[in-house]
Nanobody, 124 residues
Framework: QVQLVESGGGLVQAGDSLRLSCAAS????????MGWFRQAPGKEREFVAG????????LYADSVKGRFTISRDGAKNTVYLQMNSLKPEDTAVYYC?????????????????WGQGTQVTVSS
């Protein structure tokens, strides 16, 4: 079982950047596909980005493509979400998730482990 702890959220202005981190503890971090999801007040949790076990393949939601970048560091057991050109509509709680099977999916139900979330607020 893997434990996930997110950090790096905060309050920023539109156009600013933030980097979220998700530290994983437990065995075989490299054995998990990793994803980032977000949930805004009153809305359902939505997929943001994902990265395969090897880091060789990534997938992004259309709303963040070209602005966000997901990456992973096996030596640090950490996955990152670099967020540039932030918009007020990016405001949400951001969650890190791990999936036992290789391959990124959009569906939150296919991820097995979740972090507690970190708040990102973008002011206009």
């Amino acid at each position: 079982q893997v434990q996930l702890v997110e950090s790096g959220g905060g309050l920023v202005q539109a156009g600013d950047s933030l980097r979220l981190s998700c530290a994983a503890s437990g065995p075989t971090f490299s054995g998990y596909t990793m994803g980032w999801f977000r949930q805004a007040p009153g809305k359902e949790r939505e997929f943001v980005a994902g990265i395969t076990r090897s880091g060789g393949n990534t997938l992004y939601a259309d709303s963040v493509k070209g602005r966000f970048t997901i990456s992973r560091d096996g030596a640090k057991n950490t996955v990152y979400l670099q967020m540039n050109s932030l918009k007020p509509e990016d405001t949400a709680v951001y969650y890190c998730a791990a999936r036992t099977y290789d391959g990124v999916t959009y569906y939150s139900g296919t991820y097995d482990y979740w972090g507690q979330g970190t708040q990102v607020t973008v002011s206009s």
